[in-house]
Structure formats: C-alpha cells, structure tokens
C-alpha cells in the first residue's frame, strides 16, 4: 500500500516564474491539505481540499492555488514566485471522518533563485 | 501565524536518559494536540497525540503530559535512543493544524 507520493522531489526555478507540486494521497484517504515548511520551521498550513473544493484556506496570498482531482490527487500552483517562497512543500493526506489522522508525503524541495 | 511555542530548539540527551521537549499555546478552541517526529529527508509521521480532556497519554515509551489550566503540553521520551534522534514537532489543531517551530534532538550513544 503507497503512501503519500510527492512529485517532482526537488525543483529550481527563478522569481517571477509559476510552478506545480503535485501529491497522490494514501490509498483510500479523500482529503488532501497542503503546508510550506520554511527551513528550521515548522509545517505552516496553506488550504485543504476535499471533494474537488477548497475547504479552509490558511494565511497565504492568492498567489498560491490548488486543485484537487476526482482520482483524489491534488496539485499545488505558485505563481510569480518570490525568494522567500524557497521552502520544502508537504501534502498531507487522510479521510474527511478521520481528520485528525494525516499522513505526510516526503515534500517537495523548491528553490527560487 | 504561529500560536504554538515550542522549547528547546535543540536538546543532547545521553543513550538510557529521558528526552522532554515542551509547548504552550493560546488558543483555548484547540481540541486534539498530536506530536510528530520528522527525519531529514522525510515527512512528518505521527507519533503520539491527545484531546484536552485528558491529562496523560503514554504510548511506549513516549508519553505526552497535558496542563490544560496552563495551556501547555509536553512529550517525554523514556530510555532515549540514538534512533530517536530527530526533529519533533508538537502541533495543535483549530481551524487548521498549527505546528511549533520543531525541537532538534540528538540522542549520543
């Protein structure tokens, strides 16, 4: 049984660009929430999905945008990306009934030079 | 954002000693206060968590104390091991899950 799977694991890009994390949640969970986790800091969360709808929304900018997919795997959009967005991004997934109970993916290590 | 404070930042515990990392909080609407262990590398896992209406919850040899008058909450490790070393983050749940800054444990043989 897969766990969480983030893809790609590591990714470059320049500010102003927009980029795309993508996550699969564990096999049989339907939420999927995602965080930023800044160096030496923890996981921050940024909105959660279910249903193919955002459900709650943290403290990020709109430049920071999600979907989720009928198959349950979700993808995060940064656009105009800005040095400071230089973070590892976790999913996390887990069942809508069961909330308390997520289940991290190995994140997604994006650098903006 | 954050409104989980977390101590020590960084903790050297001896093989056989016990590890205590501690976190308060301010927001009496938290209800469920998970701890989680991160390796370099990896995800954040679950390692042990508890709801306010308790004062102790011992897993192992992990164990979290939970001072709800205080609003603080601790994590205990019993007989550290060098495979322990990690960084633990404790967290608790409103709205959304807020995380503490993490504490760096190193556990030396």
């Known amino acids: 049984d897969a766990g969480v799977t983030q893809s790609p694991t590591h990714l470059i890009k320049t500010r102003g660009q927009q980029v795309t994390l993508r996550c699969s949640p564990k096999?049989?969970?339907?939420?999927v929430s995602w965080y930023q986790q800044a160096l030496g800091q923890g996981p921050q969360f940024i909105f959660q999905?279910?249903?193919?709808?955002?459900?709650q929304r943290g403290n990020f900018p709109d430049r920071f945008s999600g979907h989720q997919f009928p198959n349950y795997s979700s993808e995060l959009n940064v656009n105009a990306l800005l040095l400071g967005d230089s973070a590892l991004y976790l999913c996390?997934?887990?069942?809508?009934?069961?909330?308390?109970?997520?289940?991290f993916g190995p994140g997604t290590r994006l650098t903006v030079l | 954002q954050q409104q989980v404070k977390q101590s020590p930042q960084s903790l050297i515990v001896q093989k056989g000693g016990i590890s205590i990392i501690n976190c308060a909080y301010e927001?009496?609407?938290?209800?469920?206060f998970p701890w989680y262990q991160q390796f370099p590398g990896k995800g954040p896992a679950l390692l042990i968590a508890?709801?306010?209406?308790?004062s102790e919850k011992k897993e192992g040899r992990f164990t979290i104390s939970f001072n709800k008058s205080a609003k603080q909450f601790s994590l205990h490790i019993m007989d550290s091991q060098p495979g322990d070393s990690a960084t633990y983050f404790c967290?608790?749940?409103?709205?959304?899950?807020?995380f503490g800054a993490g504490t760096r444990l190193t556990v030396k043989p």
């Open positions: 508890i709801r306010p209406d308790v």
């Open positions: 996390a997934s887990s069942l809508v009934r069961v909330p308390d109970t997520q289940y």
């Open positions: 999905y279910y249903e193919e709808e955002e459900r």
């Open positions: 967290a608790a749940r409103g709205d959304d899950m807020r």
């Open positions: 096999s049989g969970h339907d939420t």
């Open positions: 927001n009496t609407a938290f209800d469920y």
